[in-house]
């Protein structure tokens, strides 16, 4: 089991940047692969950015390719976000998941544990 701990959120300007980070204990880091996730009041939770187990493989929402940069760093057990360019629409809070999977999968069902979030912001 693994337990997430996101930080680094808060209230920018639209054109802004944040790095979010989500630090990982109780398992083997590097087992996992990890996600961001983001959920807007009144929507559905979306898939933002995800990387595979050893940093090789990612993927990203069209929404955010080009702004956003999923890393991690397996030997501080550390997954990060950085999102620049921010705009109003990428207001959520967002999540950060692990699962025992290959590759750099985009659905929530791959991903078995969840962080309890952190607000980004982005005002107009």
């Known amino acids: 089991q693994v337990q997430l701990v996101e930080s680094g959120g808060g209230l920018v300007q639209a054109g802004g940047s944040l790095r979010l980070s989500c630090a990982a204990s109780?398992?083997?880091?590097?087992?996992?692969?990890m996600a961001w996730f983001r959920q807007a009041p009144g929507k559905e939770r979306e898939f933002v950015a995800a990387?595979?187990?050893?940093?090789?493989?990612?993927n990203y929402a069209d929404s955010v390719k080009g702004r956003f940069t999923v890393s991690r760093n397996n030997a501080k057990n550390t997954v990060y976000l950085q999102m620049n360019s921010l705009k109003p629409e990428d207001t959520a809070v967002y999540y950060c998941?692990?699962?025992?999977?290959?590759?750099?999968?985009?659905?929530?069902?791959?991903?078995?544990?969840w962080g309890q979030g952190t607000q980004v912001t982005v005002s107009s």
């Open positions: 990387i595979s187990r050893s940093g090789g493989f990612s």
């Open positions: 998941a692990a699962g025992l999977v290959a590759g750099a999968r985009v659905s929530e069902y791959e991903y078995d544990y």
């Open positions: 109780g398992s083997t880091f590097s087992r996992y692969a």
